[in-house]
């Protein structure tokens, strides 16, 4: 599986940018894509992910309300949706799936694969 992100930029505090994961090299539905972020000298975080087939949607606390995740399954494709972004949201934003069905979205250690990273400034 290779996933690829597009989409981060530099913004000002307020603005929006739309992420996408476009996956590859799969094809069958992966259960779950999830969006985690990493901030300079931080640990990598969970932010949004998103479960095949039930389209459950799950948000860390911080983004609920802002953010929207949401699949195209005919382009293969996850999107992250930012609006009303904050200088706290910098960070690099990685995708990620699960190829095997997993209960926990949440953690690193719960995907199988991730993409390269994309990187989301937001200037005050």
């Known amino acids: 599986v290779q996933l690829v992100e597009s989409g981060g930029g530099l913004v000002q505090a307020g603005d929006s940018l739309r992420l996408s994961c476009e996956a590859s090299g799969r094809t069958f539905a992966n259960y779950v894509t999830g969006w985690f972020r990493q901030a300079p000298a931080k640990e990598r975080e969970f932010v949004a992910a998103i479960r095949w087939p039930s389209g459950s949607v799950y948000y860390t606390d911080s983004v609920k309300g802002r953010f929207t995740i949401s699949e195209d399954s005919a382009k293969n494709t996850v999107y992250l949706q930012m609006n009303s972004l904050q200088v706290e949201d910098t960070a690099v934003y990685y995708c990620?799936?699960?190829?095997?069905?997993?209960?926990?979205?949440?953690?690193?250690?719960?995907?199988?694969?991730w993409g390269q990273g994309t990187q989301v400034t937001v200037s005050s």
């Open positions: 990620a799936v699960q190829v095997v069905w997993r209960s926990v979205v949440s953690i690193t250690g719960a995907y199988d694969y």
